[in-house]
């Protein structure tokens, strides 16, 4: 069975830094792209970062390049990201989601897993 | 960045009624296109790929339809389960992706 748990939410003050970690389990976690997505509170889904099976492609945001930055450890399989420089508006819900390339050419999310919160406040 | 807009935001219906739910690309996705279901304090469900393939163990009364800018969900004989939060979701290009800003089924 696919299972994604994140953590490494809570509280962190604007300016602070947060690592959030996904554990992957139940599939060869090195065969595929991985993403963070958020949601804030009320409000819908926001796609942050994908990162290539060996790390050598990743693509972020515009809301977060600079700030935010996906890693992995396929040892561990394991997802992160690493959040800098925090706002108040980086309040969310932080998904982290396998990727599956359809027929080969049309990437979709087939896994996901329950989130973290992550609080900025002052 | 492509931009996504779905509409309606939110939408009423009976059960046993077809409701659709429209999602414009600014920009052509070809067929990139994919829906996911919300319901409250869960993740999203993948309902459909590729703007028009079931995933697999969605129910028949989902199909989407659709290409380049412009895209449907239908949902056709609404059961009370059905009532979420739906998002449209482009995945063409340079892996820099958007999510429309759903919407919201009530029944």
């Known amino acids: 069975e696919v299972q994604l748990v994140e953590s490494g939410g809570g509280l962190a003050r604007p300016g602070g830094s947060l690592r959030l970690s996904c554990a992957a389990s139940?599939?060869?976690?090195?065969?595929?792209?991985m993403s963070w997505v958020r949601q804030a509170p009320g409000k819908g889904l926001e796609w942050l970062a994908n990162i290539k099976q060996d790390e050598v492609e990743k693509y972020h945001a515009d809301s977060v390049k600079g700030r935010f930055s996906i890693s992995r450890d396929n040892a561990k399989s394991s997802l992160y990201l690493q959040m800098n420089r925090l706002r108040v508006e980086d309040t969310a819900v932080y998904f982290c989601?396998?990727?599956?390339?359809?027929?080969?050419?049309?990437?979709?999310?087939?896994?996901w897993g329950r989130g973290t919160l992550v609080t900025v406040s002052s | 960045d492509i931009q996504m807009t779905q509409s309606p935001s939110s939408l009423s219906a009976s059960i046993g009624d077809t409701v659709t739910i429209r999602c414009r690309a600014s920009q052509s996705v070809s067929t990139h296109l994919n829906w996911y279901q919300q319901k409250p304090g869960k993740a999203p469900k993948p309902l459909i790929y590729?703007?028009?393939t079931l995933q697999s163990g969605v129910p028949s009364r989902f199909s989407g339809s659709g290409s380049g800018t412009d895209f449907t969900l239908t949902i056709t004989s609404l059961q009370p389960e059905d009532s979420a939060i739906y998002y449209c979701h482009q995945t063409y290009g340079a892996l820099t992706w958007t999510f429309g800003q759903g919407t919201r089924v009530e029944i």
């Open positions: 989601a396998k990727i599956i390339y359809n027929s080969g050419r049309f990437p979709s999310y087939d896994y």
């Open positions: 590729a703007a028009s």
């Open positions: 139940g599939f060869n976690f090195n065969a595929y792209w």
